[in-house]
């Protein structure tokens, strides 16, 4: 019988690795992972790269691992922290590296990284400081900019209810990046509100199927809180 | 030199005048700040339908406080709500919405807009203190067409309507219209084309609040 399932976020997060490049799904505060966050800074793991749209929400998960000096590299969209100043400080300080991705190229990059592309043409950036260094063709009369698959050693998602299969649905917003990092990584790990038996989540629903899903805990910790 | 008297449209009635020019079917992407009020002047019987890039498509009116889903946000980190026919998409499909030009339109702030529609708006110099785009330049690059909401000049009268950018740019060539508390601006392969000013403003006066050499539409 196959049980994705894990007791523990000890568990859940075992043989995560120093170095390891780490997606994280989340918006703002809807849909990060924030207690298997939480479990990576007291796994003691460092030397991270991590991806994510933000640069955390609040003082607790992403906002936490960069306090706590885990995050060598941070590839990220928007790193800012709405009332807070962690990101800033480190970068000012020279103790994180940055790497600025726009929001839909971060997305694209990881599900190519997800569906074997190993890289493509954008018009995003075309011209701009971000597509300095890259390689750039004209198609068609316009001008693209090559970016290349990321892909991670460990993704982490908040789903909204999960099966033993590791078939995921999520909630509104709560989406977001989820079902993008769940493809890109080799090992992908979910910490669920709501636990479904097999056979009961519509299939019509399931938008991460549980092929890109290797461990799932239970965590019901409650609505976000903007 | 003669005083013409003329009033600035406040950031609601620069809202209220996009909203004019929003055709019912059109799907919209607002960006943050000015963007964002133009869906409160949609009359809800012309169907527009909104999009924000953490995959929301279909965004109703801000809800009430005891109506909040604090599942459901926008790309502003706002409560929102979903109007019936609204859907729920994943980042990577949000942006191909963005990027595969499927926007009728996109509304963005910026810093400086150029006569060849070259848009800065995302950082004011080459070694911020610690930049973030977001989906700026996904939104400039994709959308359809792209509109400005912005103040015609900065708080201290620098134009932000000029000859070449000085920001780092966005996107280039990517602006079609201009809508500032002065005046509505078309981006032409001639350069701006004034479409409308506010009572009382005369073309000299709004040119020299402006660095591009502007002109009256056809």
Not at chain 1, 67 to 73: E, F, N
Not at chain 2, 163 to 181: D, E, F, G, H, I
Request: glycine share 10%; net charge negative.
């Amino acid at each position: 019988m196959i049980d994705k399932f894990v007791n523990s976020v000890a568990s859940a997060l075992a043989g995560i690795q120093d170095g390891s490049t780490i997606l994280l799904g989340g918006f703002g505060a809807v849909g990060q992972a924030n207690q298997l966050i939480e479990g990576l800074v007291e796994a003691g793991v460092r030397d991270l790269t991590v991806v994510a749209n933000n640069a955390g929400f609040g003082t607790a998960g992403l906002a936490h691992l960069l306090r706590a000096g885990r995050v060598r590299r941070l590839i990220c969209s928007f790193p800012r922290i709405p009332g807070s100043t962690v990101f800033e400080t480190l970068y000012r300080d020279g103790k994180i590296e940055l790497e600025l991705v726009p929001q839909g190229t971060l997305a694209e990059r990881m599900r190519a990284a997800g569906a074997g592309i190993p890289a493509f043409y954008t018009a995003t950036s075309a011209g701009t400081l971000l597509a300095e260094g890259k390689e750039s063709r004209e198609i068609n009369g316009r001008t693209y900019v090559l970016e290349h698959a990321l892909h991670g050693d460990v993704a982490l998602v908040e789903a909204w209810r999960a099966d033993r299969w590791g078939n995921l649905t999520y909630r509104a917003s709560g989406r977001n990046f989820n079902p993008v990092v769940a493809m890109a990584a080799r090992l992908t790990i979910v910490q669920t509100q709501h636990v479904a038996e097999l056979g009961t989540l519509d299939p019509e629903s399931i938008a991460t199927p549980g092929i890109y899903v290797n461990r799932v805990v239970h965590l019901p910790h409650g609505d976000p809180v903007l | 030199m003669t005083e013409t008297a003329y009033t600035p449209r406040n950031r609601t009635q620069l809202a209220a005048r996009i909203a004019q020019d929003i055709p019912e079917g059109w799907y919209v992407n607002l960006g943050i700040g000015i963007p964002t009020l133009v869906a409160d002047h949609v009359p809800p019987a012309r169907e527009v339908i909104f999009h924000a890039e953490n995959g929301v498509l279909g965004i109703g009116p801000a809800p009430d406080a005891a109506a909040v889903d604090p599942w459901l946000i926008n790309a502003g980190k706002q409560y929102v709500s979903l109007r019936p026919g609204g859907s729920f998409m994943h980042h990577a499909d949000s942006f191909t919405i963005i990027r595969g030009g499927h926007l009728n339109l996109c509304i963005l702030g910026a810093y400086e807009v150029a006569e060849n529609g070259d848009i800065a708006n995302w950082a004011t110099s080459a070694d911020d203190a610690a930049p973030a785009v977001g989906g700026a330049m996904d939104l400039a690059a994709g959308a359809q067409r792209l509109w400005i909401a912005m103040e015609h000049t900065t708080k201290d009268g620098r134009p932000r309507l000029v000859r070449q950018c000085s920001y780092p740019l966005t996107a280039r060539a990517a602006v079609s219209r201009v809508y500032t508390n002065l005046a509505v601006l078309d981006v032409t392969p001639g350069g701006f084309r004034v479409r409308d000013m506010v009572p009382g403003l005369t073309l000299a006066a709004l040119q020299a609040l402006t660095d591009a050499e502007i002109a009256m539409a056809d």
